[in-house]
């Protein structure tokens, strides 16, 4: 087989023009997930499932966070009953080990997720760090962010001045470090501990899906940035509440959407 003749500028202007008229209608968006985890990639699914003008921005260069890689580099994924009927959605194959605890690949998983969420039209950005947010009318009114390298610079050259993205409701999916809501705490306007607790996955899968929610006008929590936010406990390498809190957040935000526009 022969391939098609091009050139290296053609290519170069292909990806030029496709990025721009890509994310250009994003600069406002309904809702902004902050973390490609899998709760921001739940989240992120429901959304756009619904039709909701959705943009996804991840720090790194991959999507999935930790959950193609599973506990202690090993890339088996662990979810607690019944959240095996999620993964029927997604037609994720699993086996049960007990009554209570399923198993599954974690790159397979991680890929269904993706692939899932990206099928229903939302908008992806990557290398994207959120540095800021937007702050109107006394509610989080978007993000303000740079390319994740930027901050790898030396001190003397990263006054490399960002961009903001607006949306109506902003969703930190962030993990462990909760990033969006680090930036609210830094300015003071909103109060949380300095870390989550120790391990224990019973009491932190249910009361991260419990404690899933809007924490200030504006901004929702979801998966581990929950337990960071309220110093719950750490849950380890186990995914049933990350796929539940994506989507007790998605469903927050579509009342949020909704109640804005009544």
Not at 4 to 28: C, D, K, M, N, W
Not at 149 to 172: K, M, N, S, Y
Not at 189 to 214: F, H, K, Q, W, Y
Not at 224 to 233: D, I, Q, S
Request: aromatic share 6%.
């Amino acid at each position: 087989m022969q391939l098609a003749h091009t050139s290296e500028s053609a290519v170069s202007r292909a990806i030029l023009r496709s990025f721009v008229e890509g994310i250009e209608p994003y600069l406002q968006s309904q809702a902004i997930i902050v973390g490609s985890g899998p709760s921001g990639l739940m989240a992120a699914y429901d959304l756009g499932r619904a039709g909701v003008k959705t943009l996804l921005i991840e720090n790194n260069n991959y999507l999935g966070g930790g959950f193609w890689i599973g506990g202690f580099l090993m890339n088996t994924v662990t979810f607690r009953a019944p959240a095996e009927t999620i993964l029927s959605e997604f037609g994720i194959p699993f086996r049960m080990v007990a009554s209570e605890l399923a198993v599954a690949s974690g790159p397979l998983a991680c890929a269904k997720l993706i692939a899932a969420a990206c099928e229903t039209g939302i908008q992806v950005l990557n290398m994207a760090r959120v540095e800021d947010v937007i702050w109107k009318q006394d509610r989080v009114a978007g993000v303000v962010v740079n390319w994740s390298p930027v901050a790898g610079l030396p001190r003397q050259i990263t006054c490399v001045d960002p961009i903001a993205f607006e949306a109506e409701v902003v969703i930190d999916a962030t993990g462990h470090e909760a990033r969006v809501c680090r930036c609210l705490e830094r300015r003071k306007l909103l109060s949380m501990t300095t870390d989550c607790g120790p391990m224990n996955i019973a009491e932190s899968e249910e009361a991260v899906i419990a404690r899933t929610g809007e924490v200030l006008p504006g901004l929702i929590l979801a998966g581990m940035a929950v337990a960071t936010c309220f110093g719950l406990p750490r849950m380890g390498p186990t995914f049933a509440a990350m796929l539940y809190s994506g989507r007790a957040a998605a469903r927050q935000a579509l009342e949020r959407l909704s109640a804005s526009r009544s």
